[in-house]
């Protein structure tokens, strides 16, 4: 596009060299380019501000992309926006800001930025009760085995060399996004599974875990209790705690304290000691036939079919 010449001159066992001119006279630059390729002006380029779109009731997930390298950003963006929503920061320190402020469903990480590295950034994802279960991959231009065991030892999913196939980021970003949903889906078929599956060898999240069962086990029996009350207990604002049980189960947070109480009321059935009317009220409903509904919804039969 800029008319220029690139050359290579290449001795096997010797070397190579690498050589490129572009004219410098404006006379060489008349007319338009014609190669079907964009150019854009710097004020076109990605920013954060132009970028972030965290909607709580999207349906695509959403990805935090932190890299400094606006021409990096542009390209990720040109790789995953047809399939995601994204958020941008341009460095480690405004990442870490960003992922506590939207808890995106995942992070793609530079390494080597100003500010905090995407060592840091990594570890202080991983060790935070609000972001300990988001996904992250680290990019990085160094791809020797200590920066990849460091990487890992940061907790970091995936660690990919630059520069990286677009394709195989993609299949990262789907895989590790389909673990998560098949976690989310065991959690709403499991009848006996009141609390979500921890993540295994993440203490931040067993934390929140053992909090969120302490919290419902008191207070699911109190028809008042509902979302707000959770958050106030959770310490937690609302939009943190809702994404952060989409996260792990798809649910809101009213649906959560819903569903909870129905799976113990299933349990209760199970057992044959007491009556439907009486397990909906022991369970915080108020209206048996709204138990009677939101059970057939949950568990597609009504709570009479459940035998002993």
């Known amino acids: 596009m800029h008319r220029g010449e690139l050359k290579v001159e290449s001795t096997v066992g010797v070397g190579s060299t690498f050589s490129f001119s572009i004219p410098h006279h404006p006379n060489e630059y008349s007319g338009t380019f014609d190669e079907g390729l964009p150019v854009l002006e710097a004020s076109e380029k990605l920013s954060p501000e132009t970028t972030l779109k965290a909607h709580l009731d999207s349906d695509l997930p959403l990805i935090l992309v932190v890299e400094d390298n606006a021409d990096v950003r542009q390209y990720v963006h040109s790789v995953l926006a047809d399939s995601y929503e994204l958020a941008f920061a341009v460095n480690g320190q405004e990442g870490i800001e960003q992922a506590l402020k939207i808890i995106p469903d995942l992070i ?110 008191s207070n699911f029996e109190n028809p008042e209790f509902n979302a707000e009350m959770m958050c106030g207990a959770m310490d937690m604002s609302r939009s943190h705690l809702h994404r952060k049980l989409k996260a792990l189960t798809n649910d809101s947070t009213t649906r959560f304290i819903r569903t909870y109480r129905l799976k113990i009321a299933y349990q209760k059935l199970q057992l044959g000691t007491d009556s439907i009317s009486a397990i909906a009220y022991d369970v915080g409903f108020n209206n048996v036939s709204y138990f009677n509904k939101c059970f057939k919804e949950a568990f597609g039969k009504q709570p009479s079919e459940i035998t002993v």
């Open 108 to 217: 793609v990480s530079d390494v080597m930025m100003p500010l905090v590295s995407g060592f840091e950034l990594c570890a202080a994802v991983k060790t935070n009760i609000l972001t300990a279960h988001i996904p992250l991959i680290l990019l990085t231009a160094k791809s020797s085995s200590e920066s990849r065991i460091k990487g890992l030892e940061t907790e970091a999913d995936i660690y990919m060399a630059k520069p990286f196939n677009p394709t195989e980021l993609s299949l990262q970003i789907r895989n590790l996004l389909s673990l998560k949903e098949r976690l989310r889906e065991k959690y709403q078929k499991d009848r006996g599974l009141v609390i979500p599956l921890s993540v295994q060898g993440n203490s931040m999240e067993q934390k929140f875990l053992d909090r969120l069962e302490k919290i419902m086990a």
